[in-house]
């Protein structure tokens, strides 16, 4: 039981590490995009993120992973609320 928990309890903190990036993303999002299109590749891309940004690496690629439709105000506040929910564990 203990080892179930402890492995949820993981889990949750490594989708509230990428969410917590999501939502920086978001914040300044003609700045992260304009960084991306500037980098010659996704690593650069990535490198630049986690500098300009002072996200982590895997912030930073999940960023990039991100699809447009993810970027709407619609999802933000899903981000938000599961932001919530998670830190609430």
Partial sequence: MQRRAEFDLRKANKRLHLVDGFLAAMENLDAVVSTIR??????EAVEQLQSVFTLSQEQAEGVLGLTLRR????EK???????????AR
Avoid: I, P, V, Y
């Fill in 38 to 43: 500037g980098a010659s590749d996704s690593d």
């Fill in 71 to 74: 970027l709407t105000s619609m």
């Fill in 77 to 87: 506040n899903k981000l938000a609320e599961e932001q919530g929910s998670l830190r």
